[in-house]
Nanobody, 124 residues
């Protein structure tokens, strides 16, 4: 079973930056597809970014050009660099691992393991 622990959330002003980190245990991060989702109050959880085991990346249209997913294999972590943050980026951010074969990266139900989440708040 994969265990995921997120960190790096916080409060920033619009236009600021944050880097989220997801530490994976029991499996190496580069042996799994890893993804980031977010959930704002009263809204469904939505896919933000994914890196497949082959290194291919996918992003939601709303974050393209501002958020970047990457791996730090030495630390067995997946990072989400967030720049030019907007108030609408405010949400709880969750790390996910092990995308079901043939599944959709942006579909919550197609991921197997989840972290507990880290809060990101962007003020205007």
């Amino acid at each position: 079973q994969v265990q995921l622990v997120e960190s790096g959330g916080g409060s920033v002003q619009a236009g600021g930056s944050l880097t989220l980190s997801c530490a994976a245990s029991r499996y190496t991060a580069d042996s799994l597809s890893m993804g980031w989702f977010r959930q704002a109050p009263g809204k469904e959880r939505e896919g933000v970014a994914t890196m497949t085991v082959y290194g291919r990346t996918y992003y939601a249209d709303s974050v393209k050009g501002r958020l970047t997913i990457s791996r730090d294999n030495a630390k067995n972590t997946v990072l989400l660099q967030m720049n030019s943050l907007k108030p609408e980026d405010t949400a709880m951010y969750f790390c996910a691992a092990w995308l079901r074969f043939g599944g959709s990266w942006s579909r919550e139900a197609d991921w197997t393991y989840w972290g507990q989440g880290t809060q990101v708040t962007v003020s205007s």
